[in-house]
């Protein structure tokens, strides 16, 4: 785990320090996207991703894989503060802009195949349902 001074990155967002709203913001910064960019990409309303990042609410489990995964940290992470995460903030590492880009663009392929993959065995049970009937 990446470590600076005598904090590491999972003390800094760890659950004394931080709730789960304040890593989702810090990871949506992190990955350089805004409220409204990441409302877009989970299909949620933008009031909705401001509730989870207020600490109102909480999303369902198929909205926090798809942002674990857009955001690029771990599910535990967001949940508890333990895991794969974000830098520690005071840490300048960052990427070029060309770099972050590809990076957003892969994570957003990995949502939608999920996605679909979730699609497919949907349908797949409805198929066997229907064809169980006849």
Do not use: C
Not at 24 to 48: C, H, W, Y
Not at 67 to 93: H, R, T
């Amino acid at each position: 785990m990446h470590q600076t001074g005598t904090e590491s990155t999972g003390d800094w967002y760890g659950p004394e320090s931080a709730t789960f709203g304040d890593r989702v913001a810090a990871a949506r910064e992190q990955a350089g996207m805004d409220q409204k960019k990441l409302a877009k990409r989970l299909g949620v309303k933008l009031k909705t991703l401001q509730d989870w990042e207020y600490d109102l609410s909480e999303p369902r489990a198929n909205k926090l894989s798809m942002m674990a995964g857009l955001l690029n940290v771990s599910i535990p992470w967001l949940l508890m503060g333990q895991g794969d995460g974000v830098e520690d903030p005071g840490d300048p590492a960052t990427l070029a802009p060309d770099i972050a880009d590809l990076l957003t663009e892969l994570r957003d392929l990995k949502v939608q195949i999920s996605g679909a993959a979730d699609r497919l065995g949907k349908m797949e049970k409805q198929l066997r349902l229907k064809l169980k009937g006849d």
